[in-house]
C-alpha cells in the first residue's frame, strides 16, 4: 500500500476502496461543521430556514421537549473611580441548575472585560473570539482594541446571524483613550452607551438598588458595596440567579477581581447581622422597619395620615390662591 501511495496508484479510480465515497462524504460533513476552526465568524448554519419558528414545530412533531429558558443576574455601572462589573455564577436550563461556578465575567485584555447572559454557549464563544482579535489587534497595530471597537465587531456578529436563534445580552465595560465606557450590546444588534446597565432576570431587581444607590461621587469601597448588594437582592427574589458574586473594577491601570463572595456570605453582611428581621426589627405590618431591605424584601412600612394629606393639600390650594 506504501509503494501504491508513492507512485499514486491509488489514485485511479479501480484502486479506491469500495467505501471510498462514503468515507468522502463523511470528511467533507465534518470539515463543513469545523468550519469555524479555521474561520471563527464562519458557524453550520441550521438545515432549514428561519431557526426561530421553525426548530419549536419541529421538536412539537418529533415530541422532544426541549426547554431554552435561562436566567441571570449581571450588572455594571460607571462612577468617579472607573467602571464597576459585577455579576452571580448560577447556570440554569428551565427549571435545572446546571452549575453554581459559572464565570460570567470574561478577561478580553487587561483593559476590557465582558458579562454574559443569555445562552451560555452563544456568549462564551463570541467572547473567545472577541479575545482572540482582541490579541491578533494588538499585535498587528501596537495598540489596544478599543472598546468601541469590540462592541461593533459582537453587533455585527449579531446582524449576520439575526434570526439564527442566536440569544445573547452583553455589556462591554474597559478602559482606553477616551477614558472608561460601558456599553450593552445584544443579538438583536442593539448597541448602546451607559451609566448604569442590569441585564438578565434579576435585573429588575438589581437595577431598584442601583437606582436608589448610585452616586457618580462615590469613592470606590460604596461602589463595590452597592454592585454586591444589588447582586445579592437579586439573587434572593430571582430563583435563577445565584452562587458566588464575583466583583471586577476596571479603571486606568486595567482590570481587577475584587472579590468572589457567595450569596450565604452577603446574607451574613447585609441583612442576618446588620439588619436581621426579627421579633425586635419588625413593626406593626410585620415588616422590616430598617431602611436597608432585607432578604425577605420587606421594607420599612412609611403612612401618611389622613391629617397629613389634609394639611398638604390646603398648603397646595394657599398657593395655587
Not at 8 to 32: A, I, S
Not at 253 to 261: D, E, L
Amino acid at each position: 500500500m506504501a509503494l501504491e501511495g508513492i507512485c499514486g496508484v491509488d489514485r485511479w479510480p479501480f484502486m479506491r476502496r469500495f467505501d471510498h465515497l462514503q468515507t468522502e462524504w463523511q470528511k467533507e460533513q465534518v470539515r463543513e461543521a469545523t468550519s469555524n476552526f479555521e474561520n471563527p465568524y464562519a458557524l453550520m448554519a441550521p438545515p432549514f430556514e428561519d431557526p426561530v419558528e421553525n426548530l419549536p414545530k419541529i421538536l412539537a412533531h418529533c415530541g422532544v421537549k426541549m426547554d431554552f429558558a435561562h436566567g441571570t443576574t449581571t450588572l455594571g455601572f460607571r462612577y468617579q473611580g472607573g467602571v464597576v462589573l459585577c455579576a452571580d455564577s448560577r447556570a440554569t436550563s428551565g427549571q435545572y441548575i446546571g452549575s453554581q461556578t459559572m464565570k460570567k465575567i470574561v478577561e478580553l485584555n487587561d483593559y476590557m472585560l465582558g458579562t454574559l447572559a443569555g445562552g451560555a454557549a452563544d456568549c462564551v464563544y463570541w467572547d473567545r473570539v472577541l479575545a482572540r482579535d482582541s490579541r491578533l489587534h494588538e499585535l498587528r497595530f501596537k495598540r489596544r482594541l478599543s472598546v468601541d471597537a469590540a462592541a461593533r465587531m459582537i453587533v455585527n456578529i449579531s446582524a449576520e446571524y439575526k434570526g439564527m436563534g442566536l440569544v445573547m445580552g452583553m455589556m462591554l465595560a474597559g478602559y482606553d483613550d477616551e477614558g472608561p465606557k460601558l456599553i450593552y450590546v445584544d443579538s438583536e444588534g442593539m448597541r448602546c452607551h451607559g451609566n448604569v446597565f442590569a441585564v438578565g432576570s434579576g435585573s429588575p431587581y438589581a437595577l431598584g438598588v442601583l437606582d436608589t444607590g448610585h452616586r457618580f461621587t462615590m469613592t470606590d469601597q460604596e461602589a463595590f458595596d452597592l454592585a454586591r448588594r444589588a447582586i445579592y437582592h437579586a439573587t434572593s427574589k430571582d430563583a435563577y440567579s445565584g452562587g458566588i458574586v464575583r466583583l471586577y473594577h476596571i479603571n486606568e491601570k486595567g482590570w481587577r477581581n475584587v472579590s468572589n463572595t457567595d450569596c450565604s456570605e452577603l446574607y451574613n453582611v447585609y441583612c442576618k447581622d446588620d439588619h436581621s428581621c426579627d421579633d425586635a426589627g419588625l413593626g406593626d405590618a410585620g415588616c422590616c422597619i430598617h431602611e436597608v431591605p432585607c432578604a425577605s424584601g420587606c421594607q420599612q412600612k412609611k403612612e401618611v395620615t389622613e391629617n397629613e394629606v389634609s394639611v398638604q393639600v390646603a398648603a397646595v390650594t394657599q398657593e395655587g390662591n
